[in-house]
């Protein structure tokens, strides 16, 4: 048999790929088949990261596996109609509103794959002021902590009484 | 129309020089953004697609992100034939993924093709910035600049702990990906590139081959890019990218001093042999002119060969990809034909390069 690609080559090699569940066979000559693996673009994944992650998510130990929904029926996110069977099958979520109906499969393993679960980086303008002082007060609880540790008692109560007052403050004045 | 004049031109601005360009090639920081109230694309309905995509046009004509960004031009990737999608695939301004999907997608491009941004891939918007040599914390900023101007017309999904909310959840918190594409022949000369890889993946990044499958990187050339993108900020994320890379451009450049020092003779001949190929071969498969433009490359950064610009290396390396031969003879062609006008194309340009 004729390499398909070259048709001038005998081909002895066997190539299949499946894509998306679409099954492609093709006999090649040896020097196609390299190429073929040449031209293929260096950006596309040796593994699909969600599918693998979807595996992950699956598979979390204190929770029921994939072929046992978390809740009874078919749960599912109700903005966008994602379901969960989905989710574990692609490892991809259908809307913002699915990481809060999916928060129990999703944590442990976001809390394993990056180390934590608490956003630190870039908020856009209108969360801004508001999600300044979030961190303000959290920053300022771990200190307190800090201090009671060190029975640094003065500290502490100086510490614990800008937290009241920052969390007693309504909303922030625009901005 | 601009992005014709981009699919025409195999040269990028990242390819120019740039700060470490003796290793390090281009920058690229990418962000990706959803929209609230949407459903991701891989849900979307062509309608919805396109939706999404009228939002993004209304959002990139407002006066105040053209005074800061330029003026920027969308085109829909369903208006493109199938070669020019791929051309864009080739200049890194869509991903091959996209391509999958591309009726409901579409690419925002500045002239420069240094901000560049695609719509529906796996989210809604991907907000891209390119830029020569080693410049990622210019490149965020350029990123950063787009993305609070968008971020006044586009209401994003975000979640006050989690931080952006994208398809994947492995890009959820920053969504950023930055990535280094450098060039390493020295390391991998001095057979040090396998435990360069092993110990960068240990410091939280990705290695990987640009050209090529597994550790086999066609070239020399390869991308370094962050892993994490929650409970970090952009800026640790970058600083700590550029901090393990410096130690890589620092190993590169003894491997190269090394090299150049203690085989002076058979570094110089392979630069020379390298150089002589490329001027003279009349068939040169995809893998060998690789391998032989990262010689040629290695030649020029470090002055053994001096009448040829390092650009054009990249430029070449582009050029001879099997999309863009396709492009300039205008037809598919068996892998030997193609194999022919790589040659000549080669041959072409660099006399060319030698007459100015």
Same mark, same amino acid.
């Given at each position: ?24 066979s /093709? ?13 293929s ?7 699909n990261?969600?599918?693998f992650?979807?595996?992950? /998510?699956g ?6 596996s994939?072929?046992q ?5 078919d ?5 966008c109609?994602l379901?969960?069977k989905?989710? /574990?099958?692609?490892?991809?979520l259908?809307?913002g ?42 920053? /300022? ?7 009671v ?17 920052l969390e ?8 | ?20 360009s003796?290793?390090?090639?281009s920058?690229?920081v ?32 407002k ?30 301004l ?18 420069? %093709? ?20 080693? @410049? ?47 060039h ?7 057979n ?18 640009l ?36 130690q890589?451009?620092? @190993? ?9 020092? %203690?085989?002076?003779? @058979? ?13 003279h ?50 037809k598919?062609?068996s ?9 000549k194309?080669v041959r072409e340009?660099l006399? @060319?390069?030698?007459?100015?």
């Amino acid at each position: 048999m004729m390499c398909e690609r070259c048709e001038q080559r005998l081909a002895n090699v066997f190539v299949t790929e499946i894509i998306n569940d679409h099954k492609r066979s /093709l006999h090649l000559c040896e020097q196609c088949a390299r190429e073929i693996q040449l031209e293929s673009h260096g950006f596309v994944p040796q593994l699909n990261l969600p599918v693998f992650f979807a595996s992950l /998510l699956g598979n979390e130990i204190n929770l029921p596996s994939a072929e046992q929904p978390l809740a009874d029926g078919d749960n599912k996110c109700e903005n966008c109609g994602l379901t969960e069977k989905q989710f /574990l099958k692609n490892g991809l979520l259908g809307c913002g509103a699915c990481y809060e109906y999916f928060h129990a499969r999703l944590e442990p393993v976001l809390r394993r794959v990056h180390g934590t679960t608490q956003h630190k980086g870039k908020v856009p303008g209108i969360n801004k002021t508001y999600l300044k002082k979030i961190r303000k007060v959290e920053d /300022l609880k771990t200190k307190l902590q800090e201090a009671v540790r060190n029975e640094d008692f003065e500290q502490a109560t100086q510490l614990r009484d800008t937290i009241k007052e920052l969390e007693r403050k309504p909303e922030p004045e625009g901005g | 129309m601009a992005v014709k004049d981009t699919i025409n031109n195999a040269f990028s601005c990242w390819m120019g020089d740039g700060p470490e360009s003796d290793v390090v090639i281009s920058s690229r920081v990418r962000v990706a953004r959803n929209l609230v109230n949407l459903p991701f694309p891989h849900l979307l309905t062509s309608g919805k697609g396109e939706e999404v995509i009228k939002l993004v046009e209304r959002a990139i004509e407002k006066e105040s992100l053209k005074e800061k960004i330029g003026f920027l031009e969308l085109i829909r990737l369903g208006e493109l034939v199938p070669l020019e999608r791929k051309i864009l695939v080739e200049k890194h301004l869509i991903s091959p993924d996209i391509l999958k999907d591309y009726q409901r997608a579409a690419v925002v491009l500045r002239s420069d %093709e240094i901000i560049s941004l695609m719509v529906n891939e796996e989210d809604h918007l991907r907000i891209q910035c390119f830029l020569p040599g080693l @410049q990622l914390h210019e490149a965020r900023k350029l990123v950063d600049c787009l993305d609070g101007e968008l971020e006044k017309t586009l209401p994003y999904a975000f979640d006050e702990k989690l931080g952006y909310l994208t398809t994947c959840p492995t890009n959820v918190g920053t969504g950023m990906r930055a990535s280094l594409m450098v060039h390493l022949p020295g390391l991998v000369m001095v057979n040090q590139i396998k435990d360069m890889v092993t110990n960068v993946t240990k410091l939280g990044l990705t290695v990987r081959g640009l050209y090529g499958e597994g550790t086999e990187a066609y070239g020399n050339l390869f991308q370094l890019s962050n892993q994490v993108t929650l409970g970090k900020s952009e800026e640790d994320i970058i600083t700590n990218l550029i901090f393990i890379t410096r130690q890589i451009i620092n @190993q590169e450049r003894i491997a190269r001093q090394a090299l150049f020092k %203690e085989r002076r003779e @058979q570094l110089e001949d392979r630069v020379g042999r390298a150089y002589g190929i490329l001027k003279h071969a009349h068939v040169i498969s995809s893998a060998e002119a690789l391998r032989l433009l990262s010689d040629l490359r290695l030649g020029i950064v470090m002055q053994i060969i001096k009448n040829i610009p390092a650009c054009l290396v990249m430029e070449l390396i582009l050029h001879t990809r099997p999309v863009f031969l396709v492009k300039i003879t205008g037809k598919e062609m068996s892998s030997f034909i193609r194999d022919v006008y790589r040659a000549k194309l080669v041959r072409e340009k660099l006399s @060319q390069a030698e007459k100015i």
